[in-house]
C-alpha cells in the first residue's frame, strides 16, 4: 500500500516577495519509513526534504495501522512575468517512501499576486465629526487586475 499525503494547503493568495506555506500530512502503514517530498512550485522551481520522523499514530486493539508525518514547505515568488501581474501556479507534491519506491503525487493551486489593492482616497462625511455623531467613511482602490472579493 502506498503513502497517503492527506490535507495538503497552500496559503493563497500570497503576495509577491511572500512566503507561500504548504502543509499536509503523510499517513503510512509503518512507523518506520522514512520518504521524500518533493514540491514542484509551479514556477519552474522545485525543493526537496527527507521526512523520517513521526508526529502520531493510530493504533486499533493495541496494533498499529497508520503513522503520521507532518510535512511543511515554504517558498517566496519572485516578480510575475511583465503583463501577467497576477497568476496562479499549479504546485504539485510528490512523496516517495524510500525502502520500496512507492509514491503518491497531489496537485493544488495557489493564486500569486503582484501588488495589494492600493487605497488612493478617503473621505468622511461629515468631514469633523464631534462625538457621539454618525460619520460615514467612504474610500477607493485601485487593484489591476482584480485581486479577489474586498
Known amino acids: 500500500m502506498p503513502p497517503r ?3 495538503v494547503a497552500v496559503t493563497s493568495p500570497v503576495f509577491v516577495s511572500s512566503n507561500a506555506v504548504l502543509t499536509g500530512t503523510i499517513s503510512d502503514p ?3 519509513d522514512s520518504f521524500t ?24 486493539n493495541g496494533t498499529l495501522v497508520e503513522s503520521f508525518h507532518m510535512v511543511h514547505g515554504t517558498h517566496t515568488y519572485s516578480w510575475p512575468s511583465a503583463g501577467q501581474p497576477n497568476q496562479v501556479f499549479t504546485i504539485t507534491t510528490t512523496v516517495v517512501r524510500l525502502y520500496d519506491q512507492r509514491k503518491v ?3 493544488t493551486t495557489a493564486s500569486i499576486y503582484a501588488t495589494s489593492p492600493v487605497v488612493t482616497s478617503i473621505q468622511v ?11 460615514a467613511v467612504t474610500f477607493t482602490f485601485s487593484d489591476t487586475p482584480t485581486s479577489g472579493s474586498h
Not at 462625511?125 to 460619520?135: D, F, H, I, L, M
Open 5 to 7: 499525503l492527506l490535507n
Open 30 to 32: 509503518s512507523v518506520l
Open 37 to 60: 517530498l518533493t514540491v514542484n512550485w509551479g514556477d519552474g522551481t522545485t525543493s526537496t526534504e527527507v521526512v523520517t520522523s513521526s508526529n502520531g499514530y493510530t493504533y486499533i
Open 105 to 107: 503525487v497531489i496537485p
Open 125 to 135: 462625511n461629515p468631514s469633523q465629526p464631534v462625538a457621539g455623531q454618525q460619520a
